[in-house]
Every structure is written in structure tokens, then in C-alpha cells.
């Protein structure tokens, strides 16, 4: 499956695989429960691979943030729930990614991430990130 196929869905939870388009909109799988859903021509549909989060010095793509995810989980700390309080949120987030703008990503953008991020792992969809020693080996 590629990022081109997951979305997510303005209004839903979740994300979701596209399955067909139609004149509408989309036919998508979510990947939570598994149920088909049809996007209305009111619905904004968002390409995963499109999204990305706003810094101080322009705006990274969130595969960026699953991969720097991905390396703090490695280096041994838990994930953090996205039931955390505000400060919590920010504070992992500033982990993540030290130069995030403060002001334009709200707690709710923190917490999706988060979800998403869980929601890919469940499904081993995250992109994959190669170590300097596999670099070297090919």
C-alpha cells in the first residue's frame, strides 16, 4: 500500500485506504475497523503523503514526523497516548520536532499524529528508515 492510497477524511476519525473513485468522491476502507465508507462532495479528503506540519523554517512532511517518531520509540521511550494533557502533547512534540510552530499546530494536530502514527504501526504501513549500516551493506 502506498501514501498515495491512505487519506484521511475532514470529519472522520481515522484514516483510510482508498479503495475506487467515484464522480463524487471516493469508496475508502478504514483502517481501524475494516468498513467501506463513501466520501460526499462536501467532505475533504486529504492525500497522506500531501500532509505535513508547520515549522519556523517552512513546513515538513509528516512522514518526516512518523520517522522521527519511529527513532525516539527505538531509543527506548514509550509512545505517548493521545489522551495526554496539552502540556504533555507539546512537550513530546517538541521531542520530535524542536522547531514546530507553536501558534499553528494545536494540541488536536498533536493528537491525530499520534493516532495516525499508532493507527500505521498497527498496520506496519510506516515508511521504513535505513540505518548508516544497511546504507553502507548495499
Known amino acids: 500500500m502506498k501514501y498515495e492510497e491512505i ?3 475532514t470529519g472522520r476519525p481515522g ?12 469508496v475508502a476502507l478504514s483502517l481501524a ?3 467501506r465508507v463513501t466520501t460526499k462532495p462536501t467532505e475533504q479528503v486529504s492525500v497522506l503523503g500531501d500532509i505535513q506540519i508547520y515549522t519556523y523554517s517552512g513546513e515538513k512532511p509528516l512522514m518526516d514526523i512518523f520517522a522521527q ?4 520509540e527505538k531509543d527506548g521511550n514509550a509512545p505517548l497516548s493521545p489522551r495526554a494533557s496539552k502540556e504533555e502533547l507539546h512537550q ?5 520536532l524542536p522547531d514546530y510552530d507553536v ?13 495516525w502514527y499508532q493507527l500505521l504501526k498497527t498496520h ?3 515508511p521504513v528508515t535505513k540505518t548508516k549500516k544497511q546504507t553502507k551493506d548495499q
Request: net charge positive.
Open 33 to 35: 475497523d475494516g468498513k
Open 92 to 96: 513530546y512534540f517538541s521531542e520530535i
Open 15 to 26: 484514516l483510510y485506504h482508498i479503495l475506487s473513485n467515484t464522480r463524487t468522491g471516493v
Open 7 to 9: 487519506i484521511a477524511i
Open 124 to 126: 506496519n504501513l510506516l
Open 69 to 72: 517518531i519511529a527513532k525516539i
Open 103 to 115: 501558534e499553528r499546530v494545536y494540541p488536536n494536530h498533536i493528537k491525530k499524529v499520534v493516532q
